[in-house]
T-cell receptor, first 111, second 115 residues
Framework: GEDVEQSLFLSVREGDSSVINCTYT??????LYWYKQEPGAGLQLLTY?????DMKQDQRLTVLLNKKDKHLSLRIADTQTGDSAIYFC???????????FGRGTSLIVHP | ETGVTQSPTHLIKTRGQQVTLRCSSQ?????VSWYQQALGQGPQFIFQ???????GRGNFPPRFSGLQFPNYSSELNVNALELDDSALYLC??????????????FGPGTRLTVL
């Protein structure tokens, strides 16, 4: 079945860039997503990328997709303390609309 | 704030009991999806309702059931609760079903603890 893997923790200094990585196994993945979850809150869709794209930029967020290696990354420029949260990678494959989520990466931003 | 609300915020039940969780979607959203998020895990898709009909289901047993009402509210029912059902239950509403780029707006979740 599908599998989405993420590292569990990332710690960065305020003002630095953060890079959160994700790998997936399903080669028929069509859409890949990044969600943010703050404590006590639901998930917020940050951005998504279609599988025929290599890169997508949206303000401080840059998504890179290496389809050959099934590797997705989210770069957050000028990371702020408000960016501290859990970030989930998710993929939707083939004709499905059901997303498969990773376990989430906990981003800690310290001064 | 997404406009999606869930109730209750927290709930404690015992094994074998039944529970009903509620969600109020954004006005105009025809689709609601329910997810189970165990501690330290990503959300797992339970099922989706579109215009009051079940539109797809994840790998969950029949004791997980749902309802969607015309007033943009919905319910998740779980019978014969098990300890492993302890989790955060999230609902998400969207304009339409099956739209992979259609933004899902998540509620804050209901934390269910089964003792």
């Amino acid at each position: 079945g599908e599998d989405v893997e993420q590292s569990l923790f990332l710690s960065v200094r305020e003002g630095d860039s953060s890079v959160i990585n994700c790998t997936y196994t399903d080669s028929s993945s069509t859409y890949l997503y990044w969600y943010k979850q703050e404590p006590g809150a639901g998930l917020q869709l940050l951005t998504y990328i279609f599988s025929n794209m290599d890169m997508k930029q949206d303000q401080r967020l840059t998504v890179l997709l290496n389809k050959k290696d099934k590797h997705l990354s989210l770069r957050i420029a000028d990371t702020q303390t408000g960016d501290s949260a859990i970030y989930f990678c998710a993929e939707v494959s083939g004709g499905s609309y059901i997303p498969t989520f990773g376990r989430g990466t906990s981003l800690i931003v310290h001064p | 704030e997404t406009g999606v609300t869930q109730s209750p915020t927290h709930l404690i039940k015992t094994r074998g009991q039944q529970v009903t969780l509620r969600c109020s979607s954004q006005s105009g959203h025809n689709t609601v999806s329910w997810y189970q998020q165990a501690l330290g895990q990503g959300p797992q898709f339970i099922f989706q309702y579109y215009r009051e009909e079940e539109n797809g289901r994840g790998n969950f047993p029949p004791r997980f059931s749902g309802l969607q009402f015309p007033n943009y509210s919905s319910e998740l029912n779980v019978n014969a609760l098990e300890l492993d059902d302890s989790a955060l239950y999230l609902c998400a509403s969207s304009l339409d079903a099956g739209g992979r780029t259609d933004t899902q707006y998540f509620g804050p979740g209901t934390r269910l603890t089964v003792l």
